[in-house]
């Protein structure tokens, strides 16, 4: 009898105490079967181990229920559980991206993965976007790096398949909370978060300046973006929702953005002199969490502005970066 077992990552976890996923139970609710549905459609990409944390195989869940002698499996009388399904994984270990990070001592290969770990996020998310998925929930906890030192991302449940119909009843379904203070989504998911919650039928300047309010202490900034969405005042919210799902596209990008703004701004705490290439880095990264959606560049062009920034880098301004202390120790 197969027996399946679930390691949880813990949130300090490191090199060598990082736990292995080995199957977990989903249930049949509506994010458990959009996550089968996505992880279905991701399997069919060719070598998706390579860029996504996907199942080997999607099972229905039996129960084993014991009869009266319970050492003999053979009295087993296995109930089909038609509320879950069983995903089973690869063994394998993996490590949060900010975890795995933290555990290295070398700021020579620290520096080096930092950098090629974003230009391969970055073709990840590119994938997701050409075969029309969203994967909607990238942060901390859903970057994890794999036993070859790859990057790939995991945590499907919230991905939005915009090949499917009903986008804007799935994201009526989600986006239940408002939530001003997570920094991975777009102001498009917080407006569209604030509707939903609200149960708004149209849209106020009051509604916008509340929630563009709650995401910027920059007053241009903050501004600047509600004259922009400003021309959704006064506009049916069903058709707001549609209009917002239209940057989709650029959803990820912003919030891989957050998380390497964290990352790129630690790093440059611990450096004593202003370095070129760490200074145009944050710019680059500036363009992908623009307010004003129109703004931030396609991924593929993101991919050709940071190619670009990596063959121009001057190499000292490269090397200066591997002497500098890690931790700030």
Known sequence: MNKCVYFFMDEDNHKETGKALVSRYVKKNLLGKNEIDILLRLKQLP????????CETIEDVKIAELGTNAYNLQSVNFIKDDHSMLLRYKDQKLLYLDGFLSSLSCSRKYILLLIDFYRRL?????LLVSSNIIHNNIGFKSIVVNSFELPILTNFRLALDLTKAGKMGFCKEVFTQYIPGHIYW??????????ITNKLSSLSLNNLETVFHDISHNTKVRNDAVAYFAKYVNMNCDHIIEELLRFSGTWDQYALGQCYLKLIGDLQKNIK??????????????????LVPSRRPLVSKMMNKYRQLLDNADINQLYSLFSYTLNGV
């Open 47 to 54: 070598e998706c181990n390579k860029f996504f944390h996907v």
């Open 122 to 126: 970055l073709s990840n998310i590119h």
């Open 186 to 195: 777009p102001p498009e998911i917080h407006l569209l978060s604030y509707i």
């Open 273 to 290: 002199t202003s370095n070129n290439f760490v200074v145009m880095f944050l710019e680059l990264l500036q363009e992908t969490v623009e």
